[in-house]
């Protein structure tokens, strides 16, 4: 018999199905702050206490690097080399700080901005469990500012 006609015995075979195109993780945009500026070309979004942050970068993350532990963290964003700023989230709404991290040569400077007007500079598109999608548009008279886009896929991990 041959197993291909559809008698009892017949194999069955699994024809790949079309699957949905997962996003490419995206950012774009740039900030300044401390005196320093810089260009937003990746972005990692991570679980962290609440609820996810958003850290984006001037350089790429390794995430790969990142994942072999199992997790995405808070000490993956730290262990970054590249300017970064993190955007945090708290019961799926911005915090009013945001956090960041430069290095330049040997040394390195953090710490973060807490204003009232930076929860109501970001605007989220999307916030789910898998997905965070948005953009923060926020400047101070001292020069100071943050203009940048983001959708990024959420991290496996925790704080």
């Given at each position: 018999m041959?197993?291909?006609?559809?008698?009892?015995?017949?194999?069955?075979?699994?024809?790949?199905?079309?699957?949905?195109?997962?996003?490419?993780?995206?950012?774009?945009g740039?900030?300044?702050?401390?005196?320093?500026?810089?260009?937003?070309?990746?972005?990692?979004?991570?679980?962290?206490?609440?609820?996810?942050?958003?850290?984006?970068?001037?350089t790429?993350?390794?995430?790969?690097?990142?994942?072999?532990?199992?997790?995405?963290?808070?000490?993956?964003?730290?262990?970054?080399?590249?300017?970064?700023?993190?955007?945090?989230?708290?019961?799926?709404?911005p915090?009013?700080?945001?956090?960041?991290?430069?290095?330049?040569?040997?040394?390195?400077?953090?710490?973060?901005?807490?204003?009232?007007?930076?929860?109501?500079?970001?605007?989220?598109?999307?916030?789910?469990?898998?997905?965070?999608?948005?953009?923060?548009?926020?400047?101070?008279?001292?020069?100071?500012?943050?203009?940048?886009?983001?959708?990024?896929?959420?991290?496996?991990?925790?704080?």
């Amino acid at each position: 018999m041959n197993l291909l006609s559809g008698g009892a015995g017949a194999l069955l075979l699994a024809l790949p199905f079309a699957q949905p195109a997962i996003a490419a993780d995206a950012a774009s945009g740039s900030a300044k702050l401390e005196g320093i500026g810089f260009d937003v070309v990746d972005a990692l979004v991570f679980p962290n206490h609440d609820g996810p942050a958003i850290a984006l970068s001037d350089t790429a993350f390794d995430k790969e690097e990142m994942r072999k532990d199992g997790k995405v963290d808070n000490f993956d964003r730290m262990r970054h080399k590249g300017q970064l700023i993190t955007i945090n989230l708290s019961d799926g709404n911005p915090t009013m700080c945001v956090d960041y991290a430069f290095h330049k040569d040997e040394s390195s400077t953090s710490g973060s901005v807490c204003e009232t007007g930076v929860a109501d500079a970001v605007k989220l598109r999307e916030s789910s469990a898998t997905r965070v999608r948005g953009a923060m548009k926020w400047s101070k008279d001292s020069g100071e500012s943050i203009d940048v886009s983001f959708d990024a896929s959420v991290e496996a991990g925790g704080s």
